[in-house]
Nanobody
Framework: QVQLVESGGGLVQAGGSLRLSCAAS????????MGWFRQAPGKERECVAA????????YYKDSVKGRFTITRDNAKNTVYLQMNSLKPSDTALYYC????????????????????WGQGTQVTVSS
């Protein structure tokens, strides 16, 4: 069973940066689509970025384009989310997720497309 562990969250001032990491167990990580999601209190969980196993396909939510960058290091079984120019509206619990059985496609940017989730890491951006 694949397990995901996020790290790197914290409190940052508006305009600052954070890098989230998600370490995955499993020997076939390089074939997994990986997604970063966030959920703010009272709001639905939304995908902010997703990346295919070979990094050729990448998705970003419109509101984070140009500010967030998703990358992966398959040798380290890790996916990253570099977040720059952070805004108070980026405050949320951030999760990484995967579904080893599902290839890249439209479902890659919806929570329903994933069945394995990390525990989440809190990102708080102060104004």
């Amino acid at each position: 069973q694949v397990q995901l562990v996020e790290s790197g969250g914290g409190l940052v001032q508006a305009g600052g940066s954070l890098r989230l990491s998600c370490a995955a167990s499993g020997t076939t990580f390089s074939s997994y689509v990986m997604g970063w999601f966030r959920q703010a209190p009272g709001k639905e969980r939304e995908c902010v970025a997703a990346i295919s196993g070979n990094s050729i396909n990448i998705y970003y939510k419109d509101s984070v384009k140009g500010r967030f960058t998703i990358t992966r290091d398959n040798a380290k079984n890790t996916v990253y989310l570099q977040m720059n120019s952070l805004k108070p509206s980026d405050t949320a619990l951030y999760y990484c997720a995967t579904n080893p059985a599902r290839p890249w496609g439209v479902s890659s940017w919806y929570p329903q497309g994933y069945d394995i989730w990390g525990q989440g890491t809190q990102v708080t951006v102060s104004s």
